[in-house]
């Protein structure tokens, strides 16, 4: 992912310089959510090597507990230091929030309808018609709607070309490719 980068300085403490043999407009969106590290905590460790370990945080909520491939805890941080910033006012009001997996849809389906779920996005059309006939939803318990915006959301199909190898680097075949997809 980061071939594009031939080195990297720091001139200062807080200043990183990218340097790079293409156009760095297009991969500059990797970095966007890229979290940084202090060299620290990177110092004694393997990165070649799996970790359960709690990582550094510096957020609003801490990492506390985990079960691996079951849940994870988040706790609030009291002493947060951007909770009084304009931009967080009003957030990060939850003392804890836990987000449980489940590694099968149908389960967690069933968990949504027994109250165990909070939020459920659901991205195949054949529960979306037929598997929420529930009294929950009669009851008003279980809200079901669509968003606000239009938007689609959720795991849906996306196509993804990697514009540096043939045949997709041709703007022509990029563009047909569009057109092909253009159903309305």
């Known amino acids: 992912m980061l071939r ?68 994870f805890t988040y706790t609030r941080v009291p002493d947060y230091w951007g909770r009084e910033l304009a931009v967080n006012r009003g957030r990060f009001n939850f003392e804890t929030i836990r987000f449980d997996k489940y590694l099968d849809a149908t389960v967690a389906r069933e968990a949504l309808r027994a109250g165990n779920v909070d939020l459920w996005t659901e991205t195949d059309l054949r529960h979306w018609l037929s598997s929420y006939d529930v009294s929950a939803v009669e009851r008003g318990w279980l809200l079901k709607g669509t968003l606000a915006s239009g ?34």
């Open 4 to 71: 594009w980068v031939s080195h990297i300085d720091a001139p200062d403490p807080l200043t990183v310089v990218i340097h790079n043999e293409f156009d760095a407009a297009k991969q500059l969106p990797f970095f966007v959510n890229m979290p940084m590290a202090p060299a620290h905590y990177w110092r004694d460790r393997d990165l070649t090597e799996a970790t359960i370990e709690l990582p550094v945080q510096s957020g609003p909520y801490r990492l506390s507990e985990a079960a691996q491939g079951r849940f």
């Open 151 to 184: 938007v689609r959301r959720g795991s849906g199909l996306r196509l993804v070309l990697n514009e540096k190898r043939p045949p997709f680097d041709n703007v022509k075949v990029r563009e047909a490719l569009a057109f092909a997809f253009d159903f309305e």
